[in-house]
């Protein structure tokens, strides 16, 4: 991205970065998506919400699909982007938006992929933690970055002090999604805005993991906190 840090600026007289060279392309073609926003690394491992380990690690098995766009947020001039290492939902980071949001709408770009909803709909799960409103999802039903669907959230229940938040799609049921984002929505400037993203996941309806099933495993020694392995 280039030095504002906002892919859509194609004005720079410098560093214009490879998003205003490149069309965004994406391997999401189909259901269930699901990604923790995890980069593969951490101080401290998390299990929904709850830090279970707390030494540094690497693993890029455990990489979630990161937003397409990072970051594309329309009147976010007050607003930064990171990474938290330190309070995640699942494996070990979360990313953070925070600061200066003004009144009004602020559409923020994630996901670009090309996944079609089930005639009978599906659900789509945001883990997240904010002091402002639930954010609004805008799903776009074209080859578009310019949503044409907006969604409010039918529930919120509470884990682990993150918000856990659910949209029905059945307005989108047997449609092809091809952008997923949030508006941030706010009726009056705050000026110490925070969100924090955790998870996100669009799943049929009626969606259950199948059951994995393992056996032979066996230790070939012991696994402590210095050393050793399966």
């Known amino acids: 991205v280039n030095f504002a840090g906002d892919p859509s600026n194609t004005t720079s007289t410098t560093w214009r970065g490879f998003s205003g060279a490149l069309v965004e392309t994406t391997t999401i073609d189909g259901l269930p998506f699901y990604t923790d926003f995890s980069v ?10 709850v830090k279970s380990y707390t030494r540094d690690w690497s693993h890029s098995g455990l990489q979630s699909y990161l937003p397409t766009w990072r970051w594309w947020i329309e009147n976010g001039d007050g607003l930064t982007e990171t990474i938290n290492w330190d309070d995640a939902y699942n494996v070990g980071n979360s990313f953070s938006i925070s600061g200066k949001l003004s009144a009004g709408d602020h ?18 799960h945001l883990v997240f ?4 409103a639930t954010p609004e999802l805008k799903l776009s039903t074209t080859s578009s970055t310019t949503p044409d669907v907006t969604i409010a959230s039918s529930s919120t229940t509470e884990e682990n002090g993150w918000t856990v938040a659910e949209y029905d799609l059945a307005k989108v049921a047997g ?8 508006n941030l929505k706010s009726d009056s400037e705050q000026a110490d805005y925070s969100l924090q993203l955790g998870h996100l996941d669009i799943v049929p309806s009626n ?8 056996s032979n495993l066996s230790f070939g020694n ?9």
């Open 40 to 49: 593969g690394n951490g101080k401290h491992r998390f299990v929904k919400g």
């Open 222 to 230: 012991s696994l402590g906190e210095t050393g050793g392995g399966l």
């Open 207 to 214: 969606y259950t993991p199948a059951a994995m099933e393992i």
């Open 129 to 132: 933690k904010t002091n402002g």
């Open 107 to 124: 559409l923020m770009r994630l996901y670009k992929m090309q996944a079609v909803v089930p005639d009978a709909g599906g659900k789509l």
């Open 175 to 182: 449609k092809t999604i091809y952008m997923v984002a949030f």
